[in-house]
């Protein structure tokens, strides 16, 4: 019969091996989602607020342009469509497509 010394003993070498498993498993995952995150450089530096200025001195046409884009939920893409430099000059001028 086992005394009380070894079943203590090797209960602790459980958790201490569970514990070591648990530590590299989360140094592990912090290692592979730790990598810095990558972005695409913008097109032309400020184009979008140079564009915008541009619309807003031309007149009150460009305030109900962003009217209409309020009532159609938003202007994210076509903030990134512009960005991207996928709406044709032809559309409206866009410094970011050059």
Same mark, same amino acid.
């Given at each position: 019969?086992?005394?009380? +010394?070894?079943?203590v003993?090797?209960?602790?070498?459980?958790?201490?091996?569970?514990?070591?498993?648990?530590g590299? +498993?989360?140094?592990?995952?912090?290692?592979?989602?730790?990598?810095?995150?990558?972005?695409?450089?913008?097109?032309?530096?400020?184009?979008?607020?140079?564009?915008?200025?541009?619309?807003?001195?031309?007149?009150? +046409?460009?305030?109900?342009?962003?009217?209409?884009?309020?009532?159609d939920?938003?202007? +994210?893409?076509?903030?990134?469509?512009?960005?991207?430099?996928?709406?044709?000059?032809?559309?409206?001028?866009?410094?970011?497509n050059?």
């Open positions: 019969m086992a005394g009380i +010394g070894e079943e003993d090797s209960r602790i070498r459980r958790v201490l091996a569970r514990s070591i498993t648990a590299l +498993g989360a140094a592990t995952i912090a290692v592979a989602l730790g990598a810095p995150a990558t972005a695409a450089q913008p097109n032309h530096q400020a184009c979008l607020g140079h564009d915008i200025r541009a619309y807003a001195e031309a007149g009150p +046409g460009f305030g109900a342009f962003v009217s209409g884009l309020a009532d939920g938003g202007v +994210g893409d076509e903030i990134q469509a512009h960005l991207a430099g996928d709406i044709p000059d032809a559309a409206i001028p866009n410094r970011c050059d």
